[in-house]
């Protein structure tokens, strides 16, 4: 867990090692999660999703039997490079959760939150 000082932030960002996928109209993209909070997500793509756009990410949070499938919606994008390659930093906020995976999310936020170690 993070927290920088002077962070406007309304919820703590957990730092993650959580496995993704995300599914657009255009294809199948495994980025890696930087971090996530009770309402959103911070990752990076090779691919570009562009800003304001649907997509649903897939976690596989750890003592989940099955991927908590989340519909999200990109707030900004930004492109990076890093040793001549490129990538985009995504972050997007969580529009609607699938309603069998709300308790199983809400159990890994907690146990992050009070310390029990699970990514």
Known sequence: MSIENGDRRK????ESSVNAKIITDKDVICPRVKNFSP???RFNT???I?????FEISLQLPEAKNPVHIQCKS???KEENEQEK???DIGAKFVTIEEDNKNTFLKVLCD???GKKVL
């Open 46 to 48: 090779d691919t570009p």
């Open 86 to 88: 490129k990538y985009f």
């Open 112 to 114: 992050l939150l009070y």
């Open 39 to 41: 309402i959103g997500i």
């Open 11 to 14: 919820y703590l960002r957990f």
């Open 50 to 54: 562009g800003e304001n756009a649907d």
């Open 75 to 77: 707030i900004w994008q």
